[in-house]
């Protein structure tokens, strides 16, 4: 009777009766899922030698983090899950301009907390892998698994069409996929058509620069390989530097 009591006592606390506030947190904890498998995925890929992954699974870990993350935010905060989600959907009118910078903050947020994560959980295997080397180029580099690069043979306007086109097809597609007026996917499997939709995308349009397709989970994890030891290389764009897509 006590414990029952304590418990709702507790519940009452922890409440968070801001709308907004519950959004952020439901958008904070879905890229956070997003982004830990979806690294996870890379890290494990790339520290095995690619003994116990490839760029399949890596791609296959991403699609399926998509479903799961939607699932997991969706009821509250919507799962954009992707900057250019949110700014298509404020374009549409779908989505009001004064929560866009809100969102944009929260889903970077999530991003660099599970790239953190990620480190925690495969420090030592990135270590050993590495020769205690955290690069950025070369045949033992390990920023690859938080951001994506390009092809060494990808130029600058290369890149930029390639994120053009790819992030655009993912927006139309998850716009035709949530249309009530299109055909209907049956209720409850759109994170499954969206994740099929980021999978086809990914195993199609991957090779040029890893196909990212959302700012914030590119930016987040980039970010913090520049503040967890990688430097400032990170941020800067090599052509045949040696860092694959």
Known sequence: MGSASFLKKAQALLRIRSQLGRECLAELL???VLMLITLSGSAQKVTTFETKGNFLSAYLAGALAVMVAMHTGGGVSGAHLNPAFSF???LLEQFPWWKFPIYVAVQTLGSFTAAGAVYVLYRDAIWHYSNGTLATSGPRETASIFATFPADYVSVANGFLDQVISTGLLILGILAITDT????????LEPVAVALLVLAIEVSMGSNCGCPMNPAR????RLFTYVG????EVFRWVEGGGRGG
């Open 30 to 32: 879905a890229v956070f």
């Open 229 to 232: 030891g990688w430097g400032a």
């Open 181 to 188: 007026r299109n055909k209907a996917v049956p209720k409850g």
């Open 88 to 90: 298509a959907v404020c």
């Open 218 to 221: 590119d930016f987040g994890p």
